[in-house]
């Protein structure tokens, strides 16, 4: 059985910092690709940024310039660094992930990380 746990969420005042991580364990050899959505109250889950096997990395327009992703294979953990925070950051932080590089690969959850930005 796969698990993903995130932490590192919290309260952080506008322009603010935080880190989430995201584990991942049970019977896996390696992780395909990591991924981090968000979710704002009243809105739809959106992608946020994700993370090949080779390091490449995708990220939200939104996001830009302000978080960084990054992976430690042999952990099987993804990072999300947030810097610059602002209130429309705020919702609940995702992390996914595949174990596979096939294109119809399974993508596992966690549950969830809340992130508030205070102005």
């Known amino acids: 059985q796969v698990q993903l746990v995130e932490s590192g969420g919290g309260l952080v005042q506008d322009g603010g910092s935080l880190r989430l991580s995201c584990e991942v364990s049970?019977?896996?050899?390696?992780?395909?690709?990591f991924a981090w959505y968000r979710q704002a109250p009243g809105k739809e889950r959106e992608l946020v940024a994700n993370?090949?096997?080779?390091?490449?990395?995708h990220y939200a327009d939104s996001v830009k310039g302000r978080f960084t992703i990054s992976r430690d294979n042999a952990r099987h953990t993804s990072y999300l660094q947030m810097n610059d925070l602002k209130p429309e950051d705020a919702g609940t932080y995702y992390c996914?992930?595949?174990?596979?590089?096939?294109?119809?690969?399974?993508?596992?959850w966690g549950q969830g990380t809340q992130v508030t930005v205070s102005s």
């Open positions: 996914a992930a595949t174990l596979s590089p096939a294109h119809n690969a399974n993508w596992y």
């Open positions: 049970g019977d896996i050899f390696r992780v395909n690709v």
């Open positions: 993370i090949t096997t080779g390091s490449m990395t």
